[in-house]
Every structure is written in C-alpha cells, then in structure tokens.
Nanobody, 122 residues
Framework: VQLVESGGGLVQPGGSLRLSCAAS????????MGWARQVPGKGLEWVSG???????YYADSVKGRFTISRDNAKNTVYLQMNSLKPEDTAVYYC?????????????????WGQGTQVTVSS
C-alpha cells in the first residue's frame, strides 16, 4: 500500500490550496479515505473523511471551507482548502480506514502517507 500526498505549500491567509493523495496497492474504491493534520508538539487532528459511497464528513474547524472528494478511476482523494487561516498551518496526512475515520486518528491502523506541509502566513 502506498499513499503519496502533494499540493502543499505556502499561501497567504484567505488563499486556497488543493491537496492530492495518490493511492496504490489496494482496492481504493472500497475504502474510506481521509485527511488529518498535525502541528509540531500536538497530536493528530482529524480534518475530513469520505466513505466509499461518497458521503463526506468534516471537522467543525474546517466545515464550509474545505471540501473532500475522490476519483476512484484515478485512485486519488483530494482536499480543496479555501479561505485558509494561519491556524490551518500543519502537516497534512492522507490515510485509509480504519485509522482515519476515528477521533483521534490512529496512525497505527490503516495506511498513511508521508505528509505534506501547509503553511498559511502573510
């Protein structure tokens, strides 16, 4: 199993980024996928998840600003992040269930990517 995130970077407050997570090595369409983030010195924070049926869920802190989606033909899950705030600064991780659709996320369950840095700063 391999998950590779991309799309992170530096953006000004109010800006947008789209994260991508390319998956391989398993039947992508059958698994719930999601995103979590981590700030140095703090634990993993669940951000968003999408089930195989397309149902989506968001943390209150990102609801209305972030949108998760998946393309089963491309084995890819996305996180569109709009109206970014400095407090969104973190390393963002893509992961599969059963590690991601729990609170707090469990990095010892499921498969996890290497993470991509998102920095929101002027």
């Amino acid at each position: 199993v391999q998950l590779v995130e991309s799309g992170g970077g530096l953006v000004q407050p109010g800006g947008s980024l789209r994260l991508s997570c390319a998956a391989s090595g398993f039947t992508f369409s059958s698994y719930a996928m999601g995103w979590a983030r981590q700030v140095p010195g703090k634990g993993l924070e669940w951000v968003s998840g999408i089930y195989s049926d397309g149902s989506t869920y968001y943390a209150d802190s990102v609801k209305g600003r972030f949108t998760i989606s998946r393309d089963n033909a491309k084995n890819t899950v996305y996180l569109q992040m709009n109206s970014l705030k400095p407090e969104d600064t973190a390393v963002y991780y893509c992961a599969t269930d059963p590690g991601i659709m729990v609170e707090p996320p469990r990095p010892d369950f499921g498969s996890w990517g290497q993470g991509t840095q998102v920095t929101v700063s002027s």
